[in-house]
Each structure stands twice: as structure tokens, then as C-alpha cells.
């Protein structure tokens, strides 16, 4: 028998795809993130950037790197690494360092382990600021020279991410004074950005792209080395000290989480899971003309999304709906008012993303103003309902109702490209995204044979959404005193529901179709957007119950959580983005959906997977997704190698889980609030809940387990306020 070898004798060149994320190579050494408002830093696990073969670090600002690289060297050597933390608040990193054995003609001339290098990294408002405290912890003195090696790239965050151009603007580096150096840019769309680096002290020799120390120190004697790194700051400005900074940027934390409810339980371990979670949100949290908004994630998407933004309020409706009120008005300021092909934009709909770098203003990738999605318009409607009725803000509802009015419009007419009455998707251009739904890859909606659907595309969550938004805004509009019209939004969501159910049922699978395709061809595939079907409410409870029972079947449920994609399809792959893998956030809205139709008992099994799989996570962090791999014993989950972390919607999911699972409701007219079949999760003997407010009131809730009952009880109660628990069929 002859067996000839399947690899082709030359590598085989892929098409390119558009916003791919590739990976360059693999990580050697752990990333650490910060962000405030528009900056982020990406780094090492030694605080240096730029080290590391393909990492995506660096210091960003408004969609730009504005530090390439970062290097920190004793006598040319790197540093020892001791350990390397992120605080509990993400306030700061705090990274601590020795040397290594210094030999001089084979010789040790300098011990490892006698120089205690502390760097403290922190940013606020458009500054990296670093210390380093070096400390002799030897009985003798010691003389060594520390360089800090820095250069700049100026690259737009979609180069970073991989895309090629033609041509790029030109760039200057010089020093301008005995501790400054400035890294300047002129970019094709006419914008100046600059880069200023301030030494204190001032270096022993200070060039354009290296700072050098020559550094002697007494026995146990130390002393500090202060850099801060300005992203377009007026040169006349100095960036002010360095613990007034930290102390500024402390406070303002602090303040981003006032207000919101806290969550303690009885498991430390979820304890921590929690407090990372509302962490990395507030870190998330930017301040923006119209409120508050959580940036989607570090690094490619630290700019205002949709979609993101929608869910991860939505997820946390119940403990802070000061979130969604920032998202609302924010999204209802860039609705869009025009058609635009290159945008993807149409009269009434909500915006996908907006960029601000280089690439966006000159029209290199689409994003400046970017509307290609088809599930942000609905969820707008949906969370401005749920807002109303969360909070009973009448005031920021009548302020909404126009923006909520055109969303509504373009559901009905440009939404439904060809009148078929469901909302599709498909791109006006080549240049924008193929699929417009949170699963937007280019292979993620797909025919049971694996051919990619082709548009428009009608996906079976968005007529959910659809489904969802039309009966809360119905019941908004009668708070207006629209009474015709909510009955009109009624009667189409019912309407809505019935052709849904003949449409994407599909008996022999047990859950509903995927999407319909343009030529109405359903995508008979199992996959998790049936569970968000279950969030929307639009499932018969007879078809809910067989899509819960897949859901928690060996096709989906990895063991972590339930997968995209369910094992056994032709385009399964554990390892993909969208096709095979477990999302938090996706999890998060299929357990809401579980709740709804009173499915606990799958609640507390999903909440468990989650769980196990953040105890193995760094900094107990639930990243953007991880893979799809079966559980096994003694093992933790597979990571995605470029998933960020961290995620807004996927911080939120442990808020969305506690809420499906204590079964939460609100009555602002009435202040009450209703625990509806609670039950707890078997790692969970207790839940306290604090300043859970509802009606201008607040109070504090202890929820305990007892088997599979549970019991209610209120600690502290401020104004008038009511809490009960109800059971029911």
C-alpha cells in the first residue's frame, strides 16, 4: 500500500478576512490591563511593553498606541520577576523585580537577589504614571545602571490587530529637554499626536529612544525613579506628581461605584469572582457627554459598542441601572438620522461602534461611525422599556421616546429588507461585516451541510428581541397615555410570535433554527441562540422545555458552560470564536431565559460550570469566552488566546446568574421588590444582598439555602419598602 502525504508542497495562502484578529505567536509572559476613560495600557508581566513575540501591549489612547515599547534593563540584563499583581480595585499595577547574577569575565561581580526593583504603573486622565523604587538590601554598597528603553509606533489599533497599509504618516522623536523626550506623529487624516516622556530625576544620559541611570546605593538605602508617559498633552503642561495622581485616580474609583448593590456570599471563592467582576465593570465604565458608558473590553474594543453596552446593562438592570441610563442616552445621541451604504447606517438605528483613530477618519476601515448591526436596534428598545420599569423614571423615558419611536420605525421598514415581517441583516458594502449579530464571524451562521447562509439573514434571537422590545414598549406606551399605540405594538407582537414558531421550529431537532437565509432556507443547526430565544420570552413553554433539555445535554454543556455551537455540527470546532466555544455573557442570557420559564434546577447546573471555570481563571477574571473542550477531572478549561479580558458583558454575567437565580423583580410604583422561585446554586449556602433599592428606597436581603428551599430575610431596611418571596407553578 502507498501512502502519500496529505501536506501541499508549498504553504497554502488563505483569503484574508476582513477584522480577522490573528495570532502572531505565542505569549511568554502573562499580560497585565489598566484603563481609565480612553487610555488603556496593555504590559508584561514585568510592567515592560513590547517584549514578548505578538503580544498586542502597549500604551493606547483613543484607538492609537502611543508607547510601542517599554523595556526596563539592569546593567543590559532583565530583571528577575518576584511577582506581579493587579490590585483588588484595578486602581494600579504593582510588579516587583531583583536582579539576576551579574558576571564580569565569568565571573559573579553581583549577586542575584540584593536589588529590590518595585515598579507601581498607573493612568489617569491621558498619563501612564510609573514608579520605581529600587532598594540595597545587601551590607555593602552597590553601583549599577538602569536603562528604560522606549519607542513609539503610532499605530492605529487596527494595524496593532493586523491590517496592512499602503501608507502611514511621518514620524519624529527628540529630546527637548535634560528629563523629556517627545514622540510625535503627523497622521494622513492632518491630526497631531505626541508622546511625552518626563523623568524625575533627570536621567544620567537621556537620548531619543533610551534613558539612562547611573545608580549607586548604601547598604538597605533607597530611592525613586518617577516617568510619566503623556498621550497628546500640551507640552507646557506637567502631569502632576505622582502620588497626587494615584490619590485622584483612587477617589474617582471609588465614586464610579457608588450606589450600586453589593453582593456577598457565603463562598470566598465566589467572593472574589464577584468583586473582580464589579472591578473590571467600573474600570470599563467611561465618562462620555451623556453619562457613564461601559467600553466593550481591552484591547480591541475599548470604544462605545452597541451591543455590548445594551447587554452588559441589561445584565446589571437589577444592582445598577445608572448603567443603562448612560447607555440609553448615549446611543439615542448617535441614532442615526441618515441612509449612509458605507456605514451601514439607516434612519432610526443604533449605532455598532465608533472609533476615533487614524484608519476610522480616513475611511480605511468603516468604523468611525459604524451601524452594521441588527440586534442593537431592538435591545435599545427592549432596555429603555426595562429602565422605565426597573426604576420608574417617567422623566428619562419621555426624554428617550423619540429615539425609542424611530427605533421602532426601522424594525418595521428598513429592518425587514424584504417585508417577510422579520428583521434581517445585510451589508450595504464589501467593507462592512458579513454577519451583523453578536455571533459576527464570517462562518458563525451556517446551513446544517456548513455552507455560510447568505442574506439577508434573519436570526432566530433578533425576531426574539424584536418579540421582547414590542411588548415592553407597549406596556411604556400606555404609561404615556398611548393607548392605541400600544395596542398596535401588542397585536404585532403576537403576530410576531405565531410566524416565528412556524418559521424556526424545528421538531426534529427539538430547538429552533438557527437563521432563515434570503431565500427562506431555514439554518436547521443547533446552536446556544435557541437559549437566547428563551431570554426574549417569544418560546412556547412546550418548545421551551425541549430547547432547556438540549441546552443541558452532552451536545452543549461543556461541563464549564453551554457552547455556541452544539458538538456534532459540521462546523463545531471547540476552539473557534463563535462555532464551539463557551461565552459567559451568552451563558449569562440563556440562564435569564431558563429562569423565565421557571427551568431552576438547569439555572443553578450552568451557574456551577461558570463558577468552577472563573476558580481557574487569572485574577478569578471570566474572560471574553474560553474554549469549548469537555470537562475533565483534575483539570481546568482551555483559555481562547485572544480573548479579551477584560469584557463588559462577560464581567456582568456573574450579575446576570444571581439575578436569574434569586428570580428578581421590581415594583418601583409600589416599592416592592419579589424573590420568584429563588434557589441556590449547591456552592452558595447564602447570598446577602446590600442597598438593593427600588422606589427612591433601600435594603439589605439574606438569602439562605435549606436543601432546595431557601429563606428570606430582611437585616436593615431604609424607607418604605417591601420584600417577599413567591412560589409558584
Known sequence: MTIESSLPTEPRRLDPVPFYIPVMGTVSRPSRTLKYGDTFIVTDSHGDIGISVGDPDGLFHSDTRFISRLELLLNGEHPLLLGSNVRDDNSMLAVDLTNPDFYVDGQIVLQKDLIHVARAIFLWRGTAYQRIALRNHSDRSIAFDLSLNFQNDFADLFEVRGIKRERRGTSASKVIAADQVLLSYHGLDGVPRRTRLIF????????????????????????????????????????????????????????????????????????????????????????????????????????????????????????????????????????????????????????????????????????????????????????????????????????????????????????????????????????????????????????????CAEGPIALAEVQGYVFAAKQVAARCARRLKRAEFANKLDAEARRLAERFDAAFWWPELETYALALDGAKEPCRVRTSNAGQVLFSGIARPERAGLVADGLLGPRFFSGWGIRTVARGEVRYNPMSYHNGSVWPHDNALIVLGLARY??????????????????????????????????????????????????????????????ATLGLEFQPQTNEIHLRNPRLPKFLEEVILRNLQVGGSSIDLKVRRHADDVSLEVLEARGKIQASVILSA
Open 200 to 451: 524625575d530625576p533627570a536621567p544620567t544620559t537621556l537620548s531619543s529612544a533610551s534613558a539612562s541611570y547611573r545608580i549607586e546605593l548604601d547598604p538597605h538605602e533607597a530611592m525613586p525613579i518617577f516617568l510619566a508617559i503623556a498621550c497628546n498633552e500640551p507640552s507646557v503642561q506637567r502631569p502632576v506628581p505622582f502620588l497626587r495622581g494615584l490619590l485622584a485616580a483612587h477617589r474617582e474609583l471609588r465614586t464610579t461605584s457608588r450606589g450600586m448593590t453589593t453582593v456577598e456570599t457565603s463562598n470566598d471563592l465566589f467572593n472574589e469572582v464577584l468583586c473582580r467582576s464589579a472591578a473590571d465593570l467600573c474600570m470599563l465604565m467611561t465618562d462620555t457627554p451623556q453619562g457613564r458608558y461601559p467600553y466593550a473590553g481591552i484591547p480591541w474594543y475599548s470604544t462605545t459598542f452597541g451591543r455590548d453596552g445594551l447587554i452588559t446593562a441589561l445584565q446589571m438592570l437589577w444592582c445598577d441601572p445608572n448603567i443603562a441610563r448612560g447607555v440609553l442616552r448615549r446611543l439615542a445621541a448617535f441614532q442615526s438620522k441618515i441612509s449612509d451604504a458605507a456605514s451601514d447606517a439607516e434612519p432610526g438605528k443604533i449605532l455598532h461602534e465608533m472609533r476615533s483613530g487614524e484608519m476610522a477618519a480616513l475611511g480605511e476601515v468603516p468604523f468611525g461611525l459604524y451601524y452594521g448591526s441588527v440586534d442593537s436596534t431592538p435591545l435599545f428598545v427592549l432596555l429603555a422599556g426595562l429602565y422605565a420599569e426597573r426604576t420608574g423614571d417617567d422623566e428619562t423615558l419621555i426624554e428617550l421616546w423619540p429615539a425609542i419611536e424611530a427605533a421602532l420605525h426601522w424594525i418595521d421598514h428598513s429592518g425587514d429588507i424584504d417585508r417577510d415581517g422579520f428583521v434581517e441583516y445585510y451589508r450595504q458594502t464589501e467593507n462592512g461585516l458579513a454577519n451583523q449579530g453578536w455571533k459576527d464571524s464570517y462562518d458563525a451562521i451556517f446551513h446544517a451541510d456548513g455552507r
Open 598 to 659: 421557571g427551568f431552576k434546577r438547569p439555572v443553578a447546573q450552568v451557574m456551577q460550570g461558570l463558577f468552577d471555570a472563573a476558580t481557574y481563571m487569572d485574577l478569578r477574571r471570566l474572560p471574553e469566552l474560553f474554549c469549548g473542550f469537555q470537562r475533565e477531572r483534575r483539570r481546568g478549561p482551555t483559555l481562547y488566546p485572544v480573548a479579551c479580558a477584560p469584557q463588559a458583558w462577560a464581567s456582568a454575567a456573574p450579575f446576570a446568574l444571581i439575578e
